[in-house]
């Protein structure tokens, strides 16, 4: 437990950069200001000495004024030199969180665009940023509390042997008891328990966030019971769990340990009276008498530090939680970039003994693919489900990397390409099309920030965007997402491919529309794609054989390989899968006909 504690502030300082210098440095101060602090209680102990000791002629008490001014003097001092303390931990701190989102936020660039897919970016930054700033209440308080506290304990230590250590001993031991109490409920075979505590409090907070995001979806669904479930169960998860670990484990140790720092005096009280005798007889009984004293005023001190610890202790626990949660960011899996790229010689797009598996997948989704596009060809993608054909497209931009063989577009490796210049090359869309709550305009000029209003119009028009915008109140200056103006998945796919012909890049990779396809929307989409396509490189997934006939290859994509690739008529003489997908889609066809005719 201790040294992962440890190694977590060793991770925590890591970030700090440069300013792990000034976290020494309040650290310090505080342990400085936390011995200051104890200096007035010596004064105390001095005044009584001297009184005691003239008693009952206080005028001889020359020295008490001074010792008034001093002990004065120290606490002022302890509490500058504490602001001090704390003055250099925040900034500390607060550099130190800002190293965290930076550094973390720089990893994400750097992670594949296919990592998003199941790990939303938005969701991604909120951890980073709630995790840094979990951080910041660890270095700027807590960390300089349980310095600044074992200073005070060392010196108690030493104070021991000045006074009386009979009686310094009681105090420490009350120290030590609950210090041992506090142990027993994090340490050992309890942290797990504890862990197992505060993950399902973080589960809790998480399910509690998506309940609420989640209700305009009930509201529209009248899933009022189900979505509420998830979350309901979160919370009796917890309340077991808190129950358990608080009553199970912490209700005895914590006990003790509150008893042991508000009442020190248990100890020393005993240890007193059974001093006392021995010092009437040996006639110091002033200097026993001012020594306890100095221990009984002393001691309420302890309690402050002790509690200190406890709640330094909570925060190291919030922090080393956090510094998961950072972990797991920073975990990301990074894209190498190229030190010296190439630039693409042309807009060809070739496949090269492609091999690819996902991430904790057993079998490939691309086995040993090979096929090429000249600039201004038109390929097509086709084959069952699962065959490949979304992981093949998603390639070609980068989303992930090869697991073997490569990808070249221009003739250069994907991956020894400047990844701007790549984008600049290659647009894309896919089916899973993601509008951000902006304008339709702001929408699509994310393509090309530098866009005029009237490429944008234009670009909208190519895409058949015409309908949408004269339905909605703003034209192109209407909010997507706000107050009901919600686009219909076609629509959505029509103002992405605006995006993508505004791009203008020579490679087009498209993922066809067929979850949408209401007969309208579908005409216009590919009227789109059409002018999307004119006169560039075109890698496209095709789920309509339809569209496919014209293009000047195919690749039949099935299980991971490539079955088969010609154009459709050599296919149709082949015989092979494609030719009978195609007899399928004919006999699909006369069906819808004959239904149609039905209808009429
Ligand atoms: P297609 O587009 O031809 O339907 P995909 O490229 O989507 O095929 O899928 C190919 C294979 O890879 C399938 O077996 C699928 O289950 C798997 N797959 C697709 N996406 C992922 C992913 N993000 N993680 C793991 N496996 C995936
Ligand atoms: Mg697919």
Not at 514 to 530: G, M, R, V
């Amino acid at each position: 437990m201790k040294e992962k504690k440890q190694s977590d502030v060793a991770v925590l300082l890591g970030y700090a950069g440069s300013y792990k210098g000034l976290t020494f440095l309040g650290l310090g101060l505080s342990a400085v200001a936390m011995i200051l602090g104890m200096l007035p209680y010596i004064c105390v102990w001095l005044v009584a000495r001297d009184l005691i000791a003239v008693a009952p002629d206080w005028t001889q008490a020359a020295g008490v004024a001074r010792y008034g001014w001093m002990a004065f003097a120290f606490a002022v001092a302890g509490i500058v030199v504490y602001f001090a303390a704390l003055m250099c931990t925040h900034l500390a701190a607060f550099r130190t969180a800002s190293n965290i989102r930076k550094q973390g936020m720089a990893h994400l660039m750097k992670a594949p665009l296919g990592f998003f897919d199941s790990n939303a970016s938005g969701l991604l930054r909120n951890r980073l940023d709630g995790a840094a700033s979990e951080t910041e209440t660890l270095l700027a308080h807590n960390l300089a509390d349980i310095v600044g506290s074992i200073a005070m304990l060392l010196a108690m230590l030493a104070l021991m042997f000045v006074f009386d250590w009979r009686m310094g001993a009681a105090c420490l031991l009350a120290a030590a008891v609950s210090i041992l109490a506090m142990l027993s409920m994090m340490g050992g075979k309890n942290a797990g328990l504890m862990a197992e505590y505060q993950a399902a409090q973080d589960v809790m907070s998480k399910a509690g966030t998506e309940y609420v995001r989640g209700i305009p979806v009930v509201k529209v669904f009248q899933q009022t019971v189900y979505s509420f479930k998830a979350f309901k169960q979160a919370i009796e998860d917890y309340s077991a769990k808190a129950e358990r670990y608080q009553g199970d484990i912490c209700k005895t140790p914590q006990a003790i340990n509150l008893t042991a720092t508000e009442g020190a005096f248990v100890f020393l009280v005993p240890v007193a009276l059974l001093l006392a005798p021995a010092a009437l007889r040996s006639g110091s009984f002033a200097s026993f008498l001012t020594d306890f004293a100095f221990y009984a005023v002393f001691s309420a001190i302890v309690s402050t530090a002790l509690a200190r610890i406890m709640f330094a202790a909570s925060g190291m626990m919030l922090a080393s939680t956090a510094l998961g949660r950072i972990a797991q960011v920073m975990g990301a899996p990074a894209m190498e970039i190229t030190d010296n790229p190439q630039v693409p010689k042309d807009n060809s797009v070739a496949f090269r003994d492609v091999s690819f598996t996902y991430d904790g997948a057993e079998i490939p989704a691309l086995d040993h693919i090979s096929f090429s596009v000249e600039p201004g060809q038109t390929v097509a993608l086709v084959g069952p489900s699962g065959g490949g054909k979304t992981t093949a497209a998603s390639l070609i931009p980068r989303f992930w990397d090869v697991s073997s063989g490569c990808v070249e577009v221009g003739g250069v490796d994907v991956r020894q390409t400047d990844p701007h210049v790549l984008m600049d090359q290659v647009a894309f869309v896919f089916q899973n099309t993601h509008l951000f709550k902006a304008s339709i305009l702001e929408n699509v000029r994310a393509a090309r920030p530098e866009a005029t209003r009237e490429e944008v119009l234009s670009a909208l028009s190519a895409a058949q965007c015409g309908d949408i915008l004269d339905k909605l109140p703003d034209g192109a200056d209407t909010m997507i997402g706000t107050e009901g103006t919600y686009l219909s998945g076609g629509e959505q796919q029509r103002v992405a491919l605006a995006r993508a012909i505004l791009k203008n890049a020579p490679i087009v990779v498209l993922d066809e529309a067929t979850a949408f396809a209401d007969p309208e929307n579908e005409a216009l989409i590919q009227k789109a794609f059409q002018k999307l396509t004119e006169g560039r490189t075109v890698v496209m997934i095709a789920h309509r054989l339809s569209t496919v006939v014209g293009a000047d290859r195919i690749i039949v994509l099935d299980s991971g390989r490539v079955a088969e690739q010609g154009t459709h008529e050599e296919l149709l003489e082949a015989g092979g899968l494609y030719s009978r997908m195609w007899a399928d889609y004919q006999q699909a066809v006369k069906w819808r006909i004959s239904a149609d005719k039905e209808v009429e």
